[in-house]
């Protein structure tokens, strides 16, 4: 199921769009909002967005609004949407121009827009979505073959002869493996080593408090250490 989200303040061009992409396909959820606030709430929900669609006009009659383009930063600011699609809706030619240059947006339609071109971004997303599945790791556990979706997995501890992965519903303890075979095996750039014993999932993280040395994960009360010769590191991570 992919989840897109419309950010249109007109009513009659939400509903169109609305209406649009829920007859391409079953596999789409639709979430709309009318205003940059309300945009900002589903923003901050408990769910993972495939796409947005953003009308860069917010302001009715005001031509010189860009609320689009500035809750597009919003969501870029985010690190889980660093690289979602973004497709702005516009009638003002050069606003779309803004946009592509700051922002890496994927597509534009212009107003009035036609069916054809909304269905053609669903297909585009649809289909790159198929292509990049969920990554995940093969490990054994009690002699078994198991396969692990790197998105559950909070963090990563290296153990006595072993490494336990600390998953969202429940610990595994994986023998005769070590913290730095398992990081070979899942995507570059998604887990942060940042203690010699641990490695944290990028997108797991709350927080990284430097004066304290540990690393706050969503959603869990669980803390990561962060190891001395890893705090400047982190440091210039968290500062940009």
Not at 11 to 23: D, G, T, V
Not at 39 to 57: E, Q, S, T, W
Not at 115 to 120: A, F, R, S
Not at 140 to 157: F, H, L, M, P
């Amino acid at each position: 199921m992919t989840h897109v989200m419309i950010l249109e303040d007109d009513r009659a061009s939400m509903e169109a769009l609305k209406k649009i992409l829920m007859e391409y396909s079953g596999d789409v959820c639709v979430h709309t909002a009318s205003s940059y606030d309300e945009a900002r709430k589903l923003l901050d929900a408990d769910i993972h967005y495939g796409l947005f669609l953003l009308d860069v006009n917010l302001g009715g009659e005001d031509r010189e609004d860009i609320g689009g383009i500035l809750f597009a930063r919003e969501i870029r600011e985010k690190f889980r949407y660093t690289f979602t699609p973004v497709v702005m809706i516009t009638a003002v030619g050069a606003m779309e121009m803004q946009a592509y240059r700051e922002l890496h947006c994927y597509q534009y339609i212009m107003k009035p827009f036609l069916p054809e071109q909304v269905q053609e971004v669903v297909q585009k997303v649809l289909a790159k979505e198929k292509q990049e599945e969920e990554p995940s790791i093969v490990v054994k556990r009690d002699g078994v073959n198991y396969q692990v979706k790197c998105a559950d997995i909070r963090y990563i501890e290296a153990i006595h002869r072993g490494v336990c992965l600390h998953l969202k519903e429940e610990n595994w303890n994986v023998p005769y493996v070590t913290l730095k075979q398992i990081l070979s095996k899942v995507p570059e750039g998604m887990f942060l080593k940042c203690h010699r014993m641990f490695a944290v999932n990028l997108r797991e993280v709350e927080y990284y408090d430097t004066v304290n040395r540990i690393v706050k994960l969503k959603d869990c009360t669980d803390v990561v250490e962060i190891g001395v010769t890893y705090k400047t590191e982190i440091g210039r991570l968290v500062s940009g």
